[in-house]
T-cell receptor, first 114, second 113 residues
Framework: AQSVTQPDIHITVSEGASLELRCNYS??????LFWYVQSPGQGLQLLLK??????LVQGIKGFEAEFKRSQSSFNLRKPSVHWSDAAEYFC????????????FGSGTRLLVRP | EPEVTQTPSHQVTQMGQEVILRCVPI?????FYWYRQILGQKVEFLVS????????KSEIFDDQFSVERPDGSNFTLKIRSTKLEDSAMYFC???????????FGNGTRLTVT
């Protein structure tokens, strides 16, 4: 079965610093990969997705992610973090079955220091 | 931009009671999902629904759970006899075609006392 690992439970960065959130997946074929963000009390908002093609994908709010097949990774990056980026970030892989459901990682909580 | 709408935002119920969580998916979407997130844990898949039937369900989705699309707009999750461990945030999601990104609602926080 597919699985997603986010090894960092919490990450704290200073405002203006760069950010990288790690995500590793387990999937036999070329995966569909996603990053979602969840602000407190809110639902899950799609940041970006990878289906195929260019391995560096751009998303909303200045985020990008790079798919590296050799490392089974899909790390999320942002060059300069803003205080409003403080939230929980979830990496997800779509299971390639008829339901197209997502399997989520356990999430990384991002804290931003002023 | 169209949204997935969930009601209520918070529901408190006593153990053993039935609850119905309601969702209005995006209007032209065809695939519907329920997920749950127990406090502090990951988001877990419960069930997917397509073409008026369940396409897949997880081990969590036992006989106490059911889903329904009673009309062209609503998608409901019913828990027949709630247990304390059903306390969680329940998210509804929809997508327009197989493999497209899921759009999530803001969730219903269910508290079972």
């Amino acid at each position: 079965a597919q699985s997603v690992t986010q090894p960092d439970i919490h990450i704290t960065v200073s405002e203006g610093a760069s950010l990288e959130l790690r995500c590793n997946y387990s999937y036999g074929a070329t995966p569909y990969l996603f990053w979602y963000v969840q602000s407190p009390g809110q639902g899950l908002q799609l940041l970006l997705k990878y289906f195929s093609g260019d391995t560096l994908v751009q998303g909303i709010k200045g985020f990008e992610a790079e798919f590296k097949r050799s490392q089974s990774s899909f790390n999320l990056r942002k060059p300069s973090v803003h205080w409003s980026d403080a939230a929980e970030y979830f990496c997800a892989v779509e299971e390639g079955d008829s339901s197209y459901k997502l399997i989520f990682g356990s999430g990384t909580r991002l804290l931003v220091r002023p | 931009e169209p949204e997935v709408t969930q009601t209520p935002s918070h529901q408190v119920t006593q153990m053993g009671q039935e609850v119905i969580l309601r969702c209005v998916p995006i209007s032209n979407h065809l695939y519907f999902y329920w997920y749950r997130q127990i406090l502090g844990q990951k988001v877990e898949f419960l069930v997917s629904f397509y073409n008026n039937e369940i396409s897949e369900k997880s081990e969590i989705f036992d006989d106490q759970f059911s889903v329904e699309r009673p009309d062209g707009s609503n998608f409901t999750l019913k828990i027949r006899s709630t247990k304390l461990e059903d306390s969680a945030m329940y998210f509804c999601a929809s997508s327009d075609w197989g493999g497209s990104p899921l759009h999530f609602g803001n969730g219903t926080r269910l508290t079972v006392t």
